[in-house]
């Protein structure tokens, strides 16, 4: 809701990044902004010994403080506002994750803004020839070969050139001025991400693909929806064209003059995924990821925000681009735990996008092969729109799990022998097999075969990972390394040996297995340089047998077309772990790794190794498929009061000492029993409870968990719990959050 600006308040109510709950009380002074000071506004305020960049959240004549103990700002930032709807949606995410308005601001905004740089785009000089110049022919610039030269050169170029681009072939400024001079050249100043206007218009580079049926229905229920808040989940599976789906979504709605938000995550914001965009639309497409500059961040921002860029495509933290003209949020493979903030702003970038998008009066699409069962049950209730894709558009129908038992059979590198010739005989066949492990390192851990002495992490309640390349070993929670040892610290035996198998060791039992056949493996260690896996990608595109071995890196977004046969080297990792989504998030792993296999020309297979075979959740994933598991699973949730039929919220606790946290803990759920026993407010409060690996990196985690049928009661406690804490002196001195709908406990 836009502001009217306030003429001349005594009083601005600043958000500043600081843990306060709170806004902090300033005066204007110097000059106002010349929109007058409103919401939105950057000022540079003294606070305690520093100066910090705040956001003007208030214009008032009032305090609780006497006016004349406000300190004045030192400078007010901006002649107008930052965008008023990246400022909703920072307001709303604050309130609903409760955490601090201030530090909110501060995470949503590129580090340039940060600084106090004013939100106009970086510009850049650009040469084109007039019309004159264009006419002009370069003999009768005989008399100046260079100018000549520059003035074919521009010739090849209608858009005209960059000043860098000029300059690198051996052009001076004075040859560019000369030309100027003459009237056969002229200087244009633009903004850095502008991009050259096609003559004709077009908008599309390349023609849309004629969809399929199921595709056709899914694009014309959207086309229904152009105007108002209109939120879609889209269930297609793996390779059913669900992009093609969000592409020609995306050409109606630029081509209504809107602005488009595609969300994906972390791991599918790939070189390949750009191209697709970049190839398909003639108009800019400006990503934003974790690999741009500051600079390239910004400009991306600033692109969006005045509306130059049409399209939008990030990662998490896009859902924060502030857009002039939304047109429609797309978040692809919505299930991703990446959307999922781990730390500070625990927010989830999916469900800011259903708030975006209402708020906008817009349509949202959300896309997976595999959908949360909180999407799943909004869709299945009729709240959302279900679209289905079930067919796909090659050939070949995604592979069936086959499940191999792995009980009393030996194992090399984690695979049992018919697994390896299975393997052997798809290689023979010419194709490629994807061997997914989801551990990295040469094996889980190293054991003493003499006492059972196991190698742990002395910060973490934790194993630490074996490696070979380089040798050592790891901690994968606090990231320590330790020498290998000689013999066993315990009882000296030298008869140490790794337990269980890791990627490197997959590698290395295929290696020896298969010498005349290259074997890649794709994990963090692997791909530490940022082309690695972009060069095993490309090697896989030539097509030649070869033997793919990684972790979930590999599961998602790529399109593997020679990869026939997939081996899932353990299955059982997730079956019974104590985290109530494990199972949703392993059967969507699956699945998703499944996807991976016959692509292209050939049908594909899945053998999956488990030591449960017997197990009825993974015997309904395997012969039924994940829609069939998801309603077992959402009943199950259904019976044990948990999400999406319950809300969570959880307090964690954590302290390098362990009364400390245990004290509080205990001090903490105490007084909100109380309360919530005086208020009679439906809110269950579990624990505290020590934190499933209760030791990390020195330091002791406990949690409390907040449940309740309605989200409103969850966020008043919430509320009051935020507040007691802050007020609480004993919480000085531990480390606590409230993770509002926690993704893993
Ligand atoms: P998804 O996003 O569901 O995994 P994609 O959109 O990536 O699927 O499509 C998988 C492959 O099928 C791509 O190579 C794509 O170009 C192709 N494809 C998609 N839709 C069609 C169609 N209607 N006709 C032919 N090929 C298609
Ligand atoms: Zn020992
Ligand atoms: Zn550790």
Redesign the pocket.
């Known amino acids: 809701m836009p502001q009217t600006p306030h003429p001349a308040p005594r009083v601005l109510g600043i958000a500043i990044p600081s843990p306060l709950r709170r806004l902090f009380d300033y005066r204007p002074c110097g000059e106002a902004p010349s929109g007058g000071w409103q919401p939105g506004i950057r000022v540079r305020v003294p606070f305690g010994r520093r100066q910090l960049v705040g956001v003007v959240i208030e214009c008032r004549n009032d305090s609780e403080l006497a006016l004349k103990d406000l300190k004045p700002i030192d400078a007010c930032l901006d002649a107008t506002p930052l965008p008023a709807d990246w400022l909703w949606l920072c307001r709303f995410t604050a309130r609903y994750y409760q955490h601090p308005l201030g530090d909110t601001l501060h995470q949503a905004m590129p580090v340039l803004l940060r600084q106090g740089r004013p939100l106009t785009a970086r510009t850049r000089e650009r040469w084109r020839l007039t019309a004159v110049g264009q006419a002009a022919d370069a003999a009768e610039l005989a008399r100046a070969p260079r100018q000549a030269a520059l003035l074919a050169m521009l010739h090849q170029h209608p858009h005209g050139l960059g000043t860098q681009a000029i300059l690198a072939q051996s052009f001076t400024r004075e040859q560019l001025r000369a030309l100027v001079d003459k009237g056969l050249l002229s200087r244009l100043e633009e903004p850095a991400t502008a991009h050259p206007r096609d003559s004709t218009g077009a908008r599309l580079a390349e023609p849309a693909?004629?969809?399929?049926r199921e595709?056709s229905v899914a694009l014309a229920a959207l086309h229904e929806g152009l105007d108002r808040y209109h939120p879609c989940l889209l269930e297609?599976?793996?390779?059913?064209?669900?992009?093609?789906?969000?592409?020609q979504l995306i050409e109606a709605v630029v081509g209504q003059g809107r602005q488009a938000l595609v969300l994906v995550p972390e791991i599918g914001l790939t070189p390949q995924t750009l191209a697709?965009f970049r190839q398909r639309f003639r108009v800019p497409v400006v990503a934003l990821h974790s690999g741009l500059t500051d600079h390239e961040r910004f400009d991306a921002w600033e692109a969006a925000a005045s509306g130059r860029a049409p399209i939008v495509i990030g990662t998490r933290s896009a859902i924060f681009t502030p857009l002039a003209r939304p047109g429609v949020i797309i978040v692809?493979e919505e299930h991703d735990g990446s959307f999922k903030q781990q730390d500070g702003l625990r927010y989830h970038a999916r469900d800011l996008a259903v708030a975006r998008a209402h708020h906008h009066a817009i349509p949202l699409l959300l896309?997976s092969?595999t959908p949360s069962l909180e999407s799943l049950s909004r869709a299945r209730s009729g709240d959302w729109r279900h679209l289905t894709?079930t067919q796909?558009?090659?050939r070949h129908a995604p592979a069936r799990l086959e499940l191999v038992d792995l009980r009393g059979r030996p194992r090399q590198g984690g695979l049992i022998p018919p697994v390896i010739e299975t393997i052997r005989e798809t290689l023979a066949a010419g194709h490629q097999v994807l061997v997914f492990i989801n551990r990295r390192g040469f094996a889980p851990t190293l054991a003493c075969h003499a006492c059972g002495w196991l190698a742990e992490c002395d910060h973490c309640d934790a194993r630490m990972t074996l490696h070979r390349q380089p040798p050592l070993l790891a901690c994968h929670h606090c990231d320590r390394r330790r020498v290998l040892p000689e013999a066993c610290p315990k009882c000296a035996s030298i008869d140490l040996r790794p337990l269980g198998s890791g990627t490197e060791r997959t590698e290395e039992t295929l290696a020896g297995l298969f010498p005349k056949v290259p074997v890649h493996r794709i994990d963090r260690d692997s791909t530490r340089r940022r082309d690695a896996f972009e060069q095993v990608l490309a090697e896989l595109r030539r097509g030649e047998p070869c033997l793919l071995v990684g972790t979930q890196m590999l599961a998602k977004?790529h399109?593997l077309?020679h990869v026939t046969l997939v081996v899932v080297v353990n299955a059982d990792a997730g079956l019974y772990a104590s985290d109530f989504r494990a199972l949703e998030q392993s059967a969507q792993l699956l699945i998703q790794v499944a996807?991976r296999a016959g692509?292209a020309d050939h049908p594909g297979r899945v053998l999956v190794q488990t030591l449960h075979g017997d197990d009825p959740h993974l015997q309904t994933l395997a012969e039924q498929g994940y829609a069939a598991l998801a309603d077992q699973l959402l009943e199950e949730r259904r019976a044990a009061g948990l999400p999406p039929f319950r809300f969570l919220a959880l307090l964690r606790l954590e302290s390098p000492r362990e009364d400390a946290v245990s004290a509080l803990g205990h001090q903490v759920a105490e007084a909100l029993r109380q309360w919530l026993a005086s208020r009679r407010l439906e809110v269950g409060c579990l624990g505290p409870v020590p934190a499933p690996m209760e030791r990390r990196q020195n330091r002791y985690h406990a949690q409390l968990m907040l449940t309740s049928e309605r989200r409103s009661r969850l966020h008043e406690a919430g509320a009051w719990l935020t507040a007691w804490l802050e007020a609480s002196p004993e919480a000085r001195r531990v480390r606590w959050s409230l993770d509002i709908d926690p993704q893993t406990l």
């Open positions: 693909i004629p969809l399929n595709q297609g599976v793996t390779g059913s064209g669900k992009t093609e789906v969000y592409l697709r692809d896309g092969a894709l796909r558009a090659s977004g399109h077309p996807g692509r």
